[in-house]
T-cell receptor, first 115, second 112 residues
Framework: EADIYQTPRYLVIGTGKKITLECSQT?????MYWYQQDPGMELHLIHY???????EKGDLSSESTVSRIRTEHFPLTLESARPSHTSQYLC??????????????FGPGTRLTVL | SQQGEEDPQALSIQEGENATMNCSYK?????LQWYRQNSGRGLVHLIL?????REKHSGRLRVTLDTSKKSSSLLITASRAADTASYFC????????????FGKGTKLSVKP
């Protein structure tokens, strides 16, 4: 099991609420990612970060925002949740392998349901 | 745009049989990786094959890469019930800091 943690694991909230999904890793990895995954479907990259104070948008447009103030912490925030945000959110970090390749380590995910 | 497309979408076999999953992609890649996801959990990295490699082994896993056909296959030999999971290929582009694009996955069920 990788040393990357996500809280909460499950969240059921009402429309319009502001939520923050937490992600922390203790491996000292510089690069971190947020993916969105619907059941039985592929992962879509929504945000990533190269390191402290770096945030980039991914391939899938998302209304969420992220911040990276500390290396180990990469929270994702939704200012006003809607039912269309219902999904599983996976956080990952990566370390460079010999030869410059990246292997990603994933947290257990947060399953979000917006009513 | 999506890179990896796994085939089949679902596979059901008996314990002890071999399982083969295929992945096709569209553009040139830096490397291709396979991940496993148990139900409701995060993904676990299984194996990475570089664009200049053709075959790689790790325990009961064998991965091949055919860059001319833009395809890869993952073979799990002597499967076990614990191998039941979804398997995703992910293609890497853009150099060592590049991101991964994941396919839709193959759902493998191994019956005891």
């Amino acid at each position: 099991e990788a040393d990357i943690y996500q809280t909460p694991r499950y969240l059921v909230i009402g429309t319009g609420k502001k939520i923050t999904l937490e992600c922390s890793q203790t491996m000292g990895h510089d690069k971190m990612y947020w993916y969105q995954q619907d059941p039985g479907m592929e992962l879509h990259l929504i945000h990533y970060s190269y390191g402290v104070n770096s945030t980039e948008k991914g391939d899938l447009s998302s209304e969420s925002t992220v911040s990276r103030i500390r290396t180990e912490h990469f929270p994702l925030t939704l200012e006003s949740a809607r039912p269309s945000h219902t999904s599983q959110y996976l956080c990952a970090s990566s370390r460079p392998l010999a030869g410059g390749y990246n292997e990603q380590f994933f947290g257990p995910g947060t399953r979000l349901t917006v009513l | 745009s999506q890179q990896g497309e796994e085939d089949p979408q679902a596979l059901s076999i008996q314990e002890g049989e071999n399982a083969t999953m295929n992945c096709s992609y569209k553009t040139s890649i830096n490397n291709l990786q396979w991940y496993r996801q148990n139900s409701g959990r995060g993904l676990v990295h299984l194996i990475l094959i570089r664009s200049n490699e053709r075959e790689k082994h790790s325990g009961r896993l064998r991965v091949t890469l055919d860059t001319s056909k833009k395809s890869s296959s993952l073979l799990i030999t002597a499967s076990r019930a614990a191998d039941t999971a979804s398997y995703f290929c992910a293609t890497a582009y853009g150099g060592s800091q590049g991101n991964l694009i994941f396919g839709k996955g193959t759902k493998l069920s191994v019956k005891p």
